[in-house]
């Protein structure tokens, strides 16, 4: 049995989507399960010509033969949840807990309403906060009082442990950043809810004595979208230069962009309970390296800053993203 939490170690967009779709590709899991806040988090699927910023599915849908579930930490917006399900078709196999908060439009209306949310915080605008907030005040429905969500209900907790007990792997997936974390992160410039590995094993209903490893996952250039500090920033002009730009899946505003930065990556690893460490975005260390598959084929100023970084986190890196596609990774997992 092996059960692996993925989180995004700096502010979200670390590439966890693409991390999870590869280890779902070699580990084969009978079950990705989301946990975070609900579709405030966004990850670009590219199928065929078309783009899709999917909020609500699991990015380990592209992975075909796992189970997927949204579990009862999450927030659901029935109306994105049910345009997805279409869109990426992935009824039959998707499941939603009966315990998951709903967010109605009147969240919505009262997120990008607000000042305060949305223009000091730069809240997404998707209703999370509101929606955590009437939860909190035990005044929201649930999933099960919702009557078009009834064919895609379950106990997800049951499900997964069921699933452990019975020696098959499963992903908890997490979403947004350790720094919008609401405990950890840049109060008040944060999400609604905790964002650190214990959160998502708590919004899966799986206990930490069940978790087999904790994957952090850090961009080697961290971005951070939306208000509130972020120590390492590059002026703008920088990062033009650099080449690297990014906007955001969900609010497509310009993500802001900053160098590494050690003492928070250390920081979240020790919170997050890391065991492995992936780093994405490599090819913008040494372009060099863009598309690369093994260590040999990575350059001495990829392998400086790798080790650098690998001293910060505390922890092995073993998963280097070195470019979009699936297949642009380096696996090191074995040697660990
Ligand atoms: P909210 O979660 O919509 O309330 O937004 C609060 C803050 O968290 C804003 O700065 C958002 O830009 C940020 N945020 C929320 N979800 C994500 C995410 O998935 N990735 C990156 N930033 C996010
Ligand atoms: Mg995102």
């Not at 990850?43 to 033969?65: A, C, L, Q, W």
């Not at 429905?141 to 007990?165: C, F, G, H, S, W």
């Not at 500090?229 to 230069?241: G, I, Y």
């Amino acid at each position: 049995m092996a059960c692996t939490i993925i989180v995004g170690g700096f502010f979200g967009d670390e590439g966890k989507g693409k991390i999870v779709a590869h280890i779902a590709n070699t580990d084969r899991p009978a079950i990705i399960s989301r946990g975070g806040v609900g579709p405030n988090a966004g990850h670009t699927v590219n199928i065929g010509e078309k783009s899709y910023g999917v909020r609500m599915v699991p990015s380990g849908f592209v992975y075909p033969d796992a189970e997927l579930c949204i579990g009862s930490g999450v927030l659901v917006d029935p109306r994105v949840f049910l345009k997805e399900v279409d869109l990426l078709g992935v009824k039959g196999r998707i499941f939603v807990d009966r315990r998951c908060g709903i967010i109605e439009e009147e969240h919505i209306q009262r997120d990008r309403g607000s000042e305060h949310l949305s223009k000091k915080i730069g809240s997404t605008g998707t209703g999370c906060g509101p929606a955590n907030a009437d939860r909190v005040m035990r005044i929201s429905r649930q999933a099960k009082d919702v009557p078009e969500l009834q064919e895609y209900i379950t106990d997800v907790p049951l499900e997964i442990n069921d699933a452990l007990i019975g020696g098959e792997s499963v992903i908890l997936e997490g979403t947004q950043g350790f720094g919008i974390s609401l405990y950890y992160g840049t109060y008040p410039f944060v999400t609604s809810k905790d964002t650190s590995a214990s959160q998502i094993a708590a919004d899966n209903g799986v206990g930490p004595t069940n978790i087999d490893d904790v994957i952090v996952v850090f961009k080697a250039f961290p971005t951070r979208v939306g208000e509130g500090p972020f120590a390492t920033e590059m002026p703008a002009q920088k990062s033009h230069d650099l080449g690297i730009e990014e906007f955001g899946t969900v609010t497509h505003r310009p993500r802001r962009i900053g160098q590494w930065d050690g003492d928070m990556a250390r920081y979240s690893a020790m919170v997050n309970g890391c065991t492995q460490a992936a780093i994405t975005g490599i090819d913008r260390i040494d372009s060099a390296c863009a598309g690369a598959t093994s260590y040999d084929q990575l350059t001495e100023t990829a392998r400086t800053f790798l080790d650098k970084a690998e001293e910060d986190i505390g922890a092995p890196v073993t998963l280097i993203s070195t470019g979009p596609d699936i297949t642009h990774i380096i696996d090191l997992r074995d040697i660990v």
